[in-house]
């Protein structure tokens, strides 16, 4: 397990004011880190992972047997921070029947005709499993913001400008939203994924060096990162202003793959440990039948 102190380093206190820049996307997060070195960081960074993974696998099935609960793991980042790959490495060693990955693209006209949060509500997870939005309703203040134009019908009515406002009220709208969910059983887990601007750089560099990875690549991540900087003041008003106690927000170094998915993997199995979870009590009317079952099949 990585220490407390060290996934509070990571995480947005709700309410503080909150600097996107005092958060390192490299590997240096404390004076700690720097005097432990690189190399040994990253061999304990796989330590934690593997471990991580062991214990995600019991604690999903846990999950899905008390059925109660419900987690929802919300990913954000610039394009190349890393989301696919975390998902493929932190989710592999669990049962697929508990896990739904939805990514969400530029709405649809008919998903712009409703209100921003009802594509992403029908795709919630149910009791007893894990749910991974793959991008999410955080788009509608952070893409949508940098590029107004993409509200479409969505716009604000005529007396009320598209100023801060209107994004405070998206603000509050989403903390009410997840709100409702964690009082309602579902565990709201979310990262941003924190990867650095040459970074990206070097991992678009080889998306374009390397034929298998040309898909990965569009000419509009190209246009985006002309924005990077309107993202990042986007980033950081959503985070501070949406990061609650209910809710916080990770910010997650992705410059190196390690430290990412080691961080994300131990804070989601930190996080389904603490529900105190059971397997499910059997009455003692059942276990009469359980044992009649036993005796009838150790007969035949
Ligand atoms: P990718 O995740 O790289 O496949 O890209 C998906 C694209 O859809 C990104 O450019 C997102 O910014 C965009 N997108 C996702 N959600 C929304 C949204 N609510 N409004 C507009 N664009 C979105
Ligand atoms: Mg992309």
């Known amino acids: 397990m990585i220490r407390r ?15 996107l820049k005092d958060q390192n996307p490299g590997w240096k997060q404390s004076e700690e880190f720097a005097d432990f070195g690189k190399e040994a960081l990253k061999e304990k960074a796989k330590e934690v992972l593997e471990k991580n993974l062991e214990d995600l696998a019991g604690a999903q099935d846990l ?17 190349a921070a890393g989301k696919d790959g975390t998902i493929k490495h932190v989710m592999s060693g669990v049962n697929p029947q508990g ?3 939805f990514s969400f693209k530029k709405p649809s006209t008919e998903e712009l005709q409703h209100n921003f949060l009802w594509r992403y509500s029908k795709c919630l997870p149910e009791r007893g499993r894990i749910g991974i939005f793959n991008r999410s309703y955080y788009e509608d203040v952070l893409v949508v913001k940098v590029h107004p134009e993409l509200l479409g019908r969505q716009l604000p009515r005529e007396k009320e400008k598209l100023g801060k406002k209107f994004w405070a009220k998206r603000y509050e709208d989403i903390n009410a939203f997840e709100r409702h969910l964690t009082r309602n059983g579902t565990v709201v887990l979310k990262f941003f994924l924190n990867v650095s601007k040459e970074e990206q750089k070097a991992r678009f560099v080889e998306r374009l060096s390397r034929p298998e990875k040309y898909w990965k690549f569009s000419t509009s991540d190209l246009t985006e990162r002309g924005f990077w900087n309107d993202y990042m003041a986007a980033y950081e008003d959503a985070l501070a202003a949406t990061s609650t106690k209910w809710a916080p927000w990770h910010v997650v ?15 989601i199995t930190t996080a389904i440990h603490g529900l105190e979870l059971r397997y499910p009590q059997v009455s003692e009317e059942q276990q009469k039948l359980l044992e009649e079952a036993r005796i009838k099949l150790a007969a035949e």
């Open 253 to 267: 170094p992705a410059d190196y793959k390690w430290i990412t998915r080691a961080v994300v993997a131990d804070i």
């Open 99 to 101: 896990c739904q990955v």
């Open 5 to 19: 102190d060290i996934i509070d380093l990571l995480t947005v206190t709700p309410g503080k004011k909150f600097k």
């Open 63 to 79: 999950l899905y047997a008390d059925g109660r609960y419900s987690v929802l793991i919300v990913l954000q980042a610039m394009d």
